[in-house]
């Protein structure tokens, strides 16, 4: 079975046919898993790194000028540096969704330009 499988492996490259996928395919099939993995990241960012909650303070205590729409009260003065500080940190999983998706469609770019002008590398054969 096994002399029989490697025969015809053999035989399919000296006739040119590899068995695999045609480069065009290739190159559409990875831009769509590059693109979907980065927009995959982008719905991970929320879950992986939520934004810390909101803590109230008393109308006569001091608090950090700002106020919480939906809880109707006043930010204290530690929340308000937690908040602001998540909001200025980078946010890795988006940095990473958008190199993907931005790197799948050049992938995309370079399948569609490379079988147009028909720059596919030649079978072995």
């Keep these: 079975m096994l002399r ?3 025969a015809f492996v ?3 490259t000296r006739t040119g046919h590899t068995g695999g996928m045609s480069s065009k ?5 990875a831009a ?14 929320p879950v992986l790194d939520p934004k810390p909650d ?4 008393a109308d006569d205590q001091p608090s950090s000028g700002f106020q919480d729409d939906e809880k109707d ?3 204290s003065i530690a929340s308000y540096e937690k908040i602001s500080d998540w909001e200025s940190k980078p946010k890795p999983f988006r940095i990473i969704g958008l ?3 931005v790197g799948g469609i050049v992938t995309g770019a370079i399948g569609l330009v490379r079988t ?3 720059d596919d590398p030649p079978r072995a054969g």
């Design 10 to 12: 053999f035989a399919g």
């Design 54 to 57: 909101t803590k109230c303070v």
């Design 116 to 118: 147009r002008r028909g």
């Design 73 to 75: 009260c006043n930010v």
């Design 99 to 101: 190199l993907l998706v």
């Design 32 to 45: 769509v898993a590059l693109i979907t993995l980065g927009l995959v990241s982008f719905v991970l960012q």
């Design 25 to 29: 395919r290739t190159w559409f099939t």
């Design 4 to 6: 029989h499988r490697a």
